[in-house]
């Protein structure tokens, strides 16, 4: 879905471990794990998770977006938003929030430790815009998330 290349750029990681969640028997990915290699204690530095239900209604959303200062996704990748996520007063990376345009999924990009050279929450963007067409409004979508078109395995 994400080409090596996107992780390595936005993670600085030029070796890592990617750790996948599914449901449904192994045909939905309900989250993804970038890790360093060896994986060590600091944790991920990419995470994936797709919310089907969204765990938000719209209506918490925007209370959401504002109580993190959030920016809104660039028209191509939205609806949805980044914002900065701090730790002990120092920036620690970026989140990216974006649902399904009928609100019944949600997707969030998370990363973690990224390159001091990179702007996570553009990152985090972009990934959302390369994700949204297959996670949340794939074509032949139903109401409750299930695709009536077979897509990619993560």
């Known amino acids: 879905m994400i080409s090596k290349q996107s992780i390595e750029r936005a993670t600085g990681l030029s070796d890592f471990t990617v750790k996948k969640y599914m449901s449904d028997n192994g045909k939905h990915l309900e989250s993804c794990y970038i890790y360093t290699k060896p994986r060590n ?3 991920y530095r990419l995470k994936i998770e797709i919310d089907d239900p969204s765990p938000l209604p719209l209506s918490q959303i925007a209370g959401s977006k504002a109580s993190r200062n959030g920016v809104d996704l660039p028209a ?3 609806p949805g938003f980044t914002f900065t996520i ?7 990376g970026a989140d990216g929030w974006a649902w399904a345009r009928d609100g019944s999924r949600m997707l969030s990009v998370t990363l973690a430790e990224t390159p001091s050279n990179r702007d996570p929450q553009k990152d985090a963007a972009e990934f959302i815009r390369q994700l949204r067409p297959i996670v949340l409004d ?3 979508a139903t109401r409750t998330g299930a695709s009536t078109r077979s897509s990619r395995p993560a």
Request: aromatic letters at 12%; glycine letters at 24%; zero cysteines.
């Open 138 to 140: 794939p074509i032949g």
């Open 86 to 92: 701090v730790e002990f007063g120092v920036n620690y």
């Open 76 to 78: 191509d990748a939205g």
């Open 41 to 43: 204690e600091s944790g």
